[in-house]
């Protein structure tokens, strides 16, 4: 059987990932993400109003024109998880494919989410929820498994097509958290057990993002103590805290929602993006809030709550907030530009329970949202985070566990693929062999 694999997007920078696995007739999409950087370097951009061949223009998506090129049928549409990156592009392009959207049951409610809200395409594609564990056929000669992975969104997994020359597993994104704060651990078993079945592994593509980083990434349960011994220290004191953390992040929510009550503030959750993730995830039982836990994502609501917080004492209360990379309309950047009736006082805390993401749209914002937040007396609490992507132990680790005859590195520049490439060739794997880098809008044939 034909093998081959397009890489269409998420291999010359992060962002916009997808890719498509073509297997004898049949063709399974992995990803149809959005570089969210390249909207906001754009003032009031709406990418709900745009059409996809403007936003393919900006870098926004992924210029799916490469997808003509296979010869086969689109089985599948798998994004593996609910961040922008991954599911941002499949209300501008899924519609263009005759085939269903797989995913796991809090994925496929953000895809339906993001459908709902597009104005500009109709996508009437079937949505079929999956749970880590399952497998689905594709054609006749071809599964798709979902194996559970940990990552900084909850029911994350990685997709394995099982074909006849052996099973093509796309790794993207996890960290390998034995000690999760909702969910399972990683099922490094499965894993295991996928590199020693029938062929084996075709190839792997694997997210590169921390591969530069020596030793393993820690579990959440680590950040988790973290943020217990920030908030701990400071509970005595008696003006504002205000936390940040990534909306999506579920169980740093969490846990700020749990270490709020521990030191005598009530939690509440302000921003369309924390009410909108935060609320799924309890309509869907992935977690048990307190039922009194307010979530207010509209301007007038969240101002109200302000207002109720300056009245009643900002003391009693934790607002938890979007902005943690200083988005221009987050809740955060309106505090620290003062547009807000929350009013900081000198000496009022602010915890990013969240690193920057390195990129430098992100980066000068951020720096911008802190300065402002500083000129109005805040103290930064930086950096009370773990990352949701391997490092170069767990790399390791996986690459012995698949075995992968090939290894294709995604989700970075080129110059962010040069440690995973270093690190691969340390096992044996040699650039333009069983190693290969790849840009956007490439073919590799693996079997013929």
Do not use: W
């Not at 796309?170 to 960290?175: E, H």
């Not at 749209?361 to 949701?388: C, F, P, W």
């Amino acid at each position: 059987m034909e093998v081959e694999i397009a890489t269409i997007g998420g291999y010359e920078a992060v962002g916009r990932q997808m890719t498509a696995v073509r297997a004898g007739d049949d063709v399974v999409i992995f990803d149809m993400g959005l570089n969210l950087s390249k909207v906001l370097i754009h003032d009031n951009v709406e990418t709900e109003r745009m059409h996809s061949l403007d936003l393919i223009d900006m870098g926004a998506i992924p210029d799916d024109r490469v997808m003509s090129d296979l010869e086969g049928d689109v089985k599948a549409i798998v994004p593996t998880h609910g961040h922008l990156d991954h599911i941002g592009a499949i209300s501008k392009l899924a519609h263009r494919y005759d085939a269903p959207i797989v995913a796991t049951p809090f994925t496929i409610e953000l895809v339906k989410q993001q459908i709902k809200g597009e104005e500009k395409f109709g996508v009437q594609n079937d949505l079929q929820k999956m749970e880590a564990g399952e497998t689905m056929r594709i054609g006749d000669k071809n599964e798709l498994e979902f194996v559970n992975v940990t990552h900084s969104i909850i029911d994350a997994i990685n997709p394995v097509l099982h074909t006849p020359e052996g099973a093509v597993v796309y790794g993207l994104d996890k960290r390998m958290d034995h000690t999760p704060v909702i969910g399972d651990p990683i099922d490094m078993e499965r894993f295991r057990e996928i590199g020693r079945e029938g062929n084996g592994v075709l190839c792997y593509i694997e997210d590169c993002t921390n591969a530069g980083k020596k030793g393993r990434t820690p579990s959440e349960a680590v950040a988790r103590r973290h943020l217990r011994d920030v908030m701990e220290s400071i509970q005595d004191y008696d003006g504002g805290i205000v936390a940040t953390t990534f909306s999506s992040h579920i169980a740093r929510v969490k846990s700020l929602v749990e270490f709020a009550d521990d030191i005598g503030r009530q939690p509440v959750l302000l921003g369309r993006s924390m009410e909108k993730y935060s609320g799924t995830a309890e309509r869907l039982n992935f977690v048990d809030f307190p039922e009194d836990l307010g979530m207010y994502g509209h301007r007038k609501s969240v101002d109200r709550t302000f207002k109720r917080i300056m009245n009643e004492g900002k003391e009693n209360f934790l607002p938890i907030v979007t902005g943690h990379q200083g988005e221009p309309r987050a809740m955060l950047t309106r505090m620290g530009r003062g547009e807000t009736p929350y009013e900081l006082d000198e000496g009022d805390k602010v915890l990013f329970s969240a690193r920057v993401i390195p990129e430098p749209t992100n980066e000068g914002q951020r720096y911008q949202s802190e300065k402002l937040l500083g000129m109005q007396g805040a103290r930064i609490y930086d950096d009370i985070h773990v990352s949701g992507h391997l490092r170069e132990e767990g790399h390791y680790e996986m690459l012995e566990a698949l075995q992968p005859q090939n290894v294709i590195p995604a989700h970075q520049s080129l110059k962010g693929f040069a440690p995973y490439v270093d690190l691969a060739e340390n096992l044996g794997y040699k650039v333009g062999r069983d190693l290969h880098v790849t840009r956007n809008g490439n073919m590799i044939q693996l079997t013929e």
